[in-house]
Each structure stands twice: as structure tokens, then as C-alpha cells.
């Protein structure tokens, strides 16, 4: 447990916002892992298992606390390029994920399953109920905002440098 | 600087990300006396019921068989019955008017409860609507930080954030985890108003976008705290009533190393008896007997307490068991009925074939006859066995060798055997047959064990069981003795 707490907590506070939830939610996976260690087989990792067991708690108690996590299918993806600008380099991990968490909730989440916990579009549309396109089509949504929200960054960062000059100029 | 690469440089950052967690507050969180689950209870309680219906016949048969006490009704005079009634009516109208002054002692003292919480309620409502709703409010919200100190919210802070702004709790009759589910409703409320908040956050951001600093998730708190909608009391009711009849199936993790587990079970035997003649004057019967008495199906039950040691995996169970065996006696006899009539037995002709002579006698006719009888006979063991045992993980089961002794220390009988030659003896009068307990028996199996709740594991088990002594007594002619292959099913209710 002193092992794993760390991690799953971490995991928790990704999907469930709040310090507390959070908690109840990495509580629950312990629960539901000493509950369940038999069906454990053995065949994959264990770190591997109980983070899915952390991930489906959060998202349970996500659910309870927000009801259900609404996704629409997507008609039509914009293609825009996947360079982002390069002031993402000097921003902090930290900084980068709040970004992410800034997306909209159904991006966010699927964003961060894909992206952060690497599980396959089948695996979240299983875990979400939602059909494996859905998934597809909410991570290129997530990516695309992303890339934006990353530009505009990058524009408001530009011009306060530049007002910075002007105020510097003016004395 | 690529998409894919930014993800790359995110997950290997959350990779190894860890959170700072009380370990002590989880382990005491963990540690929740828990709510037992229900939902294998009707199996457990199937075979409680079924075990207690077979001990149910099995008393009242000793009871009808063993007992020759007389009924014996008293009559009662009718001043007694009287009597009697009247002070029971008046116990009854005395309990009556007690319970009656409590109940509305109680109703008053719910009244005055309720009064006062919603009173408070009310008052803690008003306060947090004209304090928190932003459009009442917003003037409020712009000339204050957008981080308000949470002393202006004495409501909250009494239960969410402690007198320091950590994560201590106020004192609470309530267990932590239920004033954890308390506080994260109150937080977690706003989060539902994300995307209001984000745009409060985002003006905020570009005013001061030359420190870009984000906001720690304990400020963050502090500032959603602000922006809190207003809630009912009601609604945090509903909220917490929802969490609290959830009832977590939470096992324990105390340091003890044995639990304690009954164990209901049924099974069918297949005895296997031995005869053995002590007396040769009885050889006929000892033969009759061996080649026609079958010792049919056998049934046992028991009632068994598991002191098992999860560490070791090494169990002791006692308890008690009962078990009936029956004998059947198949007789296939046939008899010669012998049987005259009168008919002519000789019919002569003279020389000249005139004279016809016939001579009437009596004829002896045989008739085979065959007859079929059944007899049976029952023995009733009453034993206490004890057994040890190791447990280890196959798989998806779990597999028990056990081994032990057990003592019988009662046998029934009832039933018809035979005794002489065409001639029965009823054990239901007249047990001297048979001993009335056989003393030591041994026994060895194993079980076939799977997990089918929390708290319940489902078993077959087959058993052998070897008996050291006769069941029958010195008086018997004919030595008997069983050893018994039985298969059985239980289930194990752990209770502690």
C-alpha cells in the first residue's frame, strides 16, 4: 500500500478534481483490489492491474458526483497541423497538464486515458460506454483545442513581451 | 516542438508522478468496521434452513421413538384462566401507556430536534446563498481577491478545511469517511461549474499572465469554496444519504491471524458394511443376511466451527454431525404347497373288452409358491468430529486436506432385522442389538473450494471415513461394522 498509494492518488486526482474524491476514489481501488486479488491472474503486470482498478474507481466516482459523462459523436475532425508552438518547451509538466484539464470534459478524459494512461480506444470505450469512434473522434477534438489553446498561449505571451518593450521605451 | 512528442513528454512525466497520501489516515480509513454483505445470504441460509429442518426430524424422531412419557394436560379452573387474563390485560394496558408516553416523548423530542435543525439549517443557507451567490454578490466578488480567506465562511470551514486550512477534521460522531464524503460534496459542487469558472480563471490569468503561476489544488479549493453555488440542505442530504446506505463491502485488515468460519453441510454416504459371525449357531442367518441385506443410501449433515490461520493456512474444525445409514433385507422364498384332489389314478380293460374298470384315488398335486419381503432398518449416528486441515490455492479454487477423528456419542436404530429364521426383531422397541455409541472413528479428505462472496466459499468434499469399533453390541451374533464413502457439499461462512 505505501507503495502504490503515491501513484494511485496521483492517477485519482486526474480524473476526480477534488483533493477528497480523489481519496474516497484510490480508497475504493485499495478496497476493490483486496476484494478482487484472486481474480488476479498474473499473466499481466500488477502495477498494470491496479491502476486500471484506480482509473475505473476515479471514473466511478466522477460519475456519481457528476452523473454521466457526456459524449457526442463527432461528424467531421478538422486536420490542422500537429506542430505546437515552441513556448510549450518552457512550460512546466504541471502547467501543461492544468492546460489539459482546461479541454472539455469529455476531450479531458479521453485525452488523458489515451495519452497519459495508454489504453486503446477499445479499452475507453469500454470503460466509458461509448463506442471506440467516439473515442477517436474526442481525442482528435482534445488534440486540436490543445494545439489552439497552446497558440493563443503562446500569442498572449508575445504580446506582453511586447508591451513590456513599449512600457520599457516609454520610460 | 510535435503533438505526439508534447504527449511523450507528459506520460513520461505522469509515468512516475507520485501524490503525497496519509498513509495513517488510510490505513485508519481502511480499517472501517464493515457493513456485511448480503447478497450470498440466501444460499447461507438455504443450508442453515436445510440443516436445521434435517436436526428438526432427527430430534423429534428421538424424541417420538425414545420417550414413552405420558401426555399429561392440566386443566385449569376457570378463576385461574380469569385470573390470569385480567393480569395480563392489565400488563398489556400498563405496557401500552408506557410505550404510548415514550413514543410521545420521543415525537416531542424529534419535533424539537427537527425545529432546531432546521432552524440552523435555514440560517446556515441564508448565510451561504447571500454570502456565496455571485450574482447577489458580485460587487462583493470583484472588490475582494479572488482566493477569499476561509474564515468568512464559518460554515464550511468547521467541516471542510480545518482551524490551520490543512486536511484535519473537526471532531464528528460520524465516521472519517463519511465526513470525507461530506466535505467532497461541498467541493466537488462547483466542479460541476467548470467551464464559468475557467472563464473567471482565464480573465484572471491574462491580467496577471506574467507570472503564470497555477494555482496549487488546496488553492484551488479555496477559490472554488468562493464561487460555491448555493445549496440546500436538503440536497446535502440527499447526497450524503446516497453515499451512506452504499454500504462498502470493506474486509478488515486487523493484525489477527485466525478467523472464524461455520459450516453448514450436507452429503450423501455410500457405506460399505462388514459382517462378521461370532456365533455359529446363527449361520443361517449370517448367510441370509450377507447375501441379501444392502446397505442402501446414507445421508449426513453437519454443523462445523473453522478456526483457520490465514497465514499458515492450517485449520481446526470442530462440530457435530449426524448420519443415517439404512439396511435393506430383500427375502425371495418359495414354498411346496402340496395339494389332493380325487381323480381316477388306474383304468383297466377286461380280455374280452367289454368291461372298462377305473379306479378313482386321491392325487397328490406340488405348487411351487414365491414370496418377497422387504425389510429395512435404520442406524442413526450422532457424532463429534473434529478435523485439521491445510488449505493451499489452485488456481481459480481452493483445495483443504483434512484429516481428524470423531467420537460417537449416540446410535438410534429403528427398523425391522432379522434375528432368526423367518423371525424379526423390531429396533425400535429393543436396541440391544446394537451399542448405544461405537466410540472412535477416523477420517481424511479433501475439499474442492470456490470463492462466491466476500465472506462465503462453496465446497465439495469427498470423505472417507474409517470406524475402529463394531456399531453392534455383544449381544448381537453377527459383529457389524461400516466404513462410509460419502460426497459432500457445504458452504463456509466466515463470522469473524
Redesign the interface.
Given at each position: 500500500m505505501r507503495l502504490y498509494a503515491p501513484i494511485l492518488i496521483n492517477i485519482c486526482k486526474r480524473y476526480v478534481y477534488d483533493p477528497d474524491l480523489a481519496y474516497d476514489a484510490m480508497q475504493e481501488c485499495f478496497l476493490n483490489t483486496f476484494k478482487y486479488i484472486e481474480k488476479y491472474s498474473g499473466k499481466g503486470s500488477f502495477d498494470g492491474w491496479i491502476k486500471r482498478i484506480a482509473v475505473n474507481c476515479a471514473l466511478g466516482v466522477r460519475k456519481k458526483m457528476k452523473g454521466e459523462l457526456y459524449i457526442h459523436e463527432m461528424d467531421q475532425v478538422l486536420h490542422i497541423t500537429t506542430d505546437i508552438p515552441d513556448a510549450v518547451a518552457r512550460l512546466k509538466e504541471e502547467e501543461l497538464l492544468k492546460i489539459v484539464d482546461e479541454l472539455p470534459e469529455s476531450c479531458a478524459v479521453i485525452f488523458k486515458l489515451y495519452v497519459l494512461e495508454g489504453y486503446p480506444h477499445k479499452d475507453i470505450a469500454k470503460m466509458l460506454g461509448i463506442k471506440e469512434s467516439s473515442s477517436r473522434s474526442q481525442l482528435a477534438r482534445g488534440r486540436e483545442k490543445l494545439i489552439l489553446r497552446l497558440r493563443k498561449l503562446e500569442e498572449n505571451e508575445y504580446r506582453r513581451m511586447d508591451n513590456l518593450f513599449f512600457q520599457v521605451q516609454q520610460g | 516542438?510535435?503533438?505526439?512528442d508534447?504527449?511523450n513528454?507528459?506520460?513520461s512525466?505522469?509515468a512516475n508522478?507520485?501524490?503525497?497520501?496519509d498513509?495513517d489516515r488510510?490505513?485508519s480509513?481502511?480499517n472501517l468496521t464493515p457493513a456485511p454483505k448480503r447478497s450470498n445470504r440466501k444460499l447461507f441460509l438455504l443450508f442453515a434452513a436445510a440443516l436445521l429442518v434435517s436436526f428438526s426430524a432427527v430430534s423429534y424422531y428421538m424424541f417420538n421413538t425414545s420417550s414413552s412419557v405420558p401426555i399429561v394436560h392440566t386443566i385449569q379452573s376457570d378463576n385461574t384462566d380469569a385470573t390470569a387474563e385480567q393480569s395480563s390485560n392489565i400488563i398489556n394496558e400498563k405496557t401500552i401507556q408506557e410505550i404510548g408516553t415514550a413514543t410521545s416523548k420521543t415525537s416531542r423530542i424529534d419535533n424539537k430536534v427537527n425545529q432546531a435543525q432546521s432552524t440552523k439549517s435555514n440560517n446556515s443557507t441564508s448565510k451561504v446563498i447571500s454570502q456565496l451567490n455571485p450574482e447577489i454578490q458580485s460587487t462583493q466578488i470583484e472588490a475582494k481577491d479572488l482566493t477569499p480567506e476561509t474564515e468568512e465562511y464559518p460554515t464550511y470551514n468547521s467541516v471542510i478545511i480545518g482551524e490551520d486550512n490543512s486536511?484535519k477534521r473537526a471532531p464528528s460522531p460520524l465516521p472519517a469517511?463519511d465526513i470525507?464524503?461530506l466535505?467532497?460534496?461541498i467541493?466537488?459542487a462547483p466542479?460541476?461549474n467548470?467551464e464559468s469558472l475557467?472563464i473567471i480563471d482565464r480573465e484572471a490569468q491574462?491580467e496577471e499572465?506574467?507570472s503564470?503561476k497555477?494555482a496549487s489544488?488546496?488553492k484551488?479549493?479555496n477559490q472554488n469554496i468562493a464561487f460555491l453555488p448555493p445549496l440546500t440542505n436538503q440536497l446535502l442530504k440527499n447526497e450524503n444519504s446516497?453515499f451512506a446506505n452504499k454500504g462498502?463491502?470493506?474486509?478488515r485488515?486487523g493484525n489477527r491471524a485466525w478467523h472464524l468460519s461455520i459450516i453448514p453441510e450436507v452429503g450423501y454416504a455410500l457405506p460399505m458394511k462388514s459382517l462378521v459371525l461370532n456365533d455359529s449357531d446363527f449361520q443361517d442367518i449370517y448367510d441370509e443376511r450377507v447375501q441379501n441385506e444392502t446397505s442402501i443410501e446414507g445421508i449426513h449433515a453437519s454443523l462445523a466451527f473453522q478456526f483457520k490461520s490465514h497465514v499458515t493456512g492450517l485449520y481446526i474444525k470442530p462440530g457435530v454431525s449426524y448420519a443415517r445409514f439404512t439396511e435393506r433385507l430383500d427375502f425371495s422364498r418359495t414354498a411346496t404347497k402340496i395339494d389332493t384332489t380325487i381323480g381316477i389314478i388306474s383304468t383297466t380293460i377286461s380280455q374280452t373288452g367289454d368291461t372298462l374298470t377305473e379306479i378313482r384315488g386321491e392325487i397328490y398335486e406340488e405348487i411351487e409358491i414365491t414370496s418377497k419381503e422387504r425389510v429395512h432398518y435404520e442406524l442413526h449416528h450422532f457424532d463429534l468430529p473434529i478435523a485439521i486441515g491445510y488449505s493451499f490455492?489452485v488456481d481459480?479454487f481452493t483445495i483443504d486436506l483434512e484429516g481428524g477423528i470423531k467420537f460417537n456419542f449416540l446410535q438410534k436404530t429403528s427398523g425391522n432385522i432379522l434375528h432368526a429364521e423367518k423371525e424379526y426383531l423390531a429396533l425400535d422397541k429393543n436396541q440391544q442389538q446394537f451399542k448405544n455409541s461405537f466410540g472412535l472413528g477416523f477420517f481424511g479428505g479433501l475439499l474442492l473450494k470456490r470463492?462466491i462472496s466476500?465472506h462465503t466459499e462453496f465446497y465439495i468434499a469427498p470423505r472417507f471415513t474409517f470406524n475402529t469399533l463394531a456399531v453392534s453390541s455383544n449381544k448381537n451374533p453377527i459383529n457389524q461394522k461400516y466404513n462410509v464413502l460419502g460426497l459432500h457439499v457445504g458452504c463456509i461462512y466466515a463470522i469473524y
Open positions: - | 516542438m510535435n503533438i505526439f508534447f504527449e513528454r507528459l506520460k512525466h505522469t508522478a507520485k501524490g503525497e497520501v498513509m488510510l490505513l480509513d481502511l486536511q469517511r470525507s464524503i466535505n467532497t460534496n467541493i466537488s466542479l460541476q467548470r475557467n491574462e499572465l506574467s503564470l497555477i489544488n488546496d484551488r479549493s446516497k462498502k463491502d470493506c474486509p485488515f490455492v481459480k470463492q466476500s
